[in-house]
């Protein structure tokens, strides 16, 4: 498994088996049923092979309105755009289409790469949420980032 992938992922099994890629496929198709979470892979365009995926969880803490998003991509598919891509065209979808009212993502401190995804998208950083995520480690902390429907137009 890719170890930048480990590293910045806390939800996600390690090592990630067949099983739990059946499982994550079956929440995935659940949770598009009932409204709560929309998942799209990021695909190479002529090959249809996976590279990545961009995540949106609608209604977060019950709040219509609120949504969060995440992403990943492979190691071999970094580099390109292709997360920024994703990012901004499910971000769009979620804000004009499905009346998100605030969109956020949180990263690690020390994942550049990501911040960079999220401000390429268009996201504004927000700050730091102190002991926000609970890892094997201990709690960690997140970078917030958001993007609201007037953020479109710039």
């Given at each position: 498994m890719d170890p930048e992938f480990v590293r910045w992922t806390v939800d996600v099994p390690h090592p990630y088996s067949d099983a739990d890629a059946r499982s994550f496929v079956e929440l995935a198709d659940r949770a598009w049923d009932d409204g709560t979470r929309a998942v799209f892979a990021i695909a190479d365009a002529e090959t249809g092979s996976g590279l990545g995926v961009v995540d949106?969880?609608?209604?977060v803490r019950g709040e219509p309105g609120l949504a969060s998003i995440g992403y990943w991509l492979l190691a071999r598919a970094r580099g390109r755009g292709l997360a920024s891509r994703a990012l901004r065209l499910l971000s769009r979808w979620a804000?004009?289409?499905?009346?998100?009212?605030?969109?956020?993502?949180?990263?690690?401190p020390d994942n550049v790469a990501?911040?960079?995804?999220a401000e390429r998208?268009?996201?504004t950083r927000e700050g730091l949420l102190r002991a926000h995520l609970p890892t094997q480690?201990?709690?960690r902390d997140s970078v917030i980032f958001s993007l609201l429907p007037a953020d479109l137009d710039r």
């Open positions: 949106l969880h609608l209604d804000l004009t289409e499905l009346g998100v009212e605030r969109l956020y993502l949180t990263t690690a990501s911040q960079r995804v998208a268009g996201f480690a201990g709690r």
